[in-house]
């Protein structure tokens, strides 16, 4: 899995919240990994003094060669 940073930021462009997901433990698949981050961004995003919501996706490639 990747991990995702969701940024809640004001007018200005400063942050007021970050989360981070690392990691999201499920018995099996029961939801997708983009469905509990979309609604983490959609929680920040419904928070007074929010403008916008940036969410990143950070990947780690490994290549043995």
């Known amino acids: 899995m990747a991990n995702y940073q969701i940024t809640a930021r004001n007018n200005e462009g400063m942050p ?3 989360v981070s997901i690392g990691s999201i433990d ?9 469905v509990i981050v979309n609604a983490v961004r959609d929680a920040l995003a419904g928070v007074a003094g929010v403008e916008s919501v940036v969410k990143r996706k950070f990947e ?3 290549t043995i060669v």
């Open 26 to 34: 499920q018995e099996g698949q029961v939801v997708s990994d983009m």
């Open 60 to 62: 780690q490639v490994i």
């Open 16 to 18: 007021l919240v970050a």
